[in-house]
């Protein structure tokens, strides 16, 4: 049976499937605590590049944030409990430049999602590392990917590995692959040929 209160939080052209599904694009990789890292790099308050080891990222302030997930291919998964470091947390701990407007998220392997520094700097925007009380399942982004629930999902990198803070936009992986720059679900930002002017990079 659909649960009224969900159906009426759906953004529009949106359903809810059954089950949670699971999409990415490439493999599922292998988590080396002893190998990895976050990079904060880019225009860093610092100018140098900071490197976070597991301990050290691991044991910052965790935060818990409850939402629901909108796929651009239709499905939303609702009322998700996602427990890990919020975004701000971050930004203390590696501050941007001055004149900073734009932040890429990096995953492992190369997969990036650029968002505005606005939309990183929410109190829902928050590296995860658990869902539900668990820790996440490798294929849902063990150790940590970062949610920024009030845009598609695709936004929300999975095996986050670097942030990357810049002084113009540019696009990510799937906004260079026809995908709308801003991603908002409420607005139905799916396609680049959606795009109005200033919406994103020329
Ligand atoms: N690293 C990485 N993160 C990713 C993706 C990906 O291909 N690689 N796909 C995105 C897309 S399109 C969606 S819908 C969500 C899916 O998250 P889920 O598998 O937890 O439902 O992850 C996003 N994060
Ligand atoms: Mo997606």
Not at 23 to 28: L, P, T
Not at 33 to 49: H, I, K, Q, Y
Not at 130 to 159: N, Q
Not at 170 to 185: A, K, Q, S
Request: charged share 25%.
């Amino acid at each position: 049976m659909p649960d009224p209160t969900e159906e009426s939080r759906l953004p529009p052209g949106q359903y809810i499937p059954r089950g949670r599904p699971v999409i990415h694009y490439g493999r599922v990789p292998q988590f080396r605590p002893e190998r990895w890292n976050l990079s904060v790099f880019g225009a860093t308050a610092s100018g140098e590049e900071m490197r976070l080891t597991w301990p050290q990222f691991s044991a910052l302030p965790r935060v818990t944030v409850v939402a629901d997930f909108h796929c651009v291919t239709k499905f939303s998964i609702m009322g998700n409990e996602w427990g890990g470091i919020s975004a701000k947390t971050l930004m203390e701990t590696a501050p941007p430049a001055a004149g900073v407007t734009h932040v890429m998220i990096w995953g492992e392997y190369g997969y990036s999602a650029n968002i505005r520094l606005a939309d990183f700097d929410r109190d829902s925007t928050v590296f995860a590392m658990e869902l539900d009380e668990k820790p996440l399942s490798p294929e849902r982004g063990y150790p940590v990917r970062i949610v920024v629930p009030h845009l598609y999902a695709w936004k929300s990198v999975k095996w986050v590995r670097a942030v990357e803070y810049l002084r113009e936009d540019r696009r990510g992986f799937w906004e260079e692959r026809g995908y709308h720059n801003l991603g908002d679900p409420w607005r139905e930002q799916r396609y680049a040929y959606q795009e109005d002017p200033g919406d994103g990079p020329p």
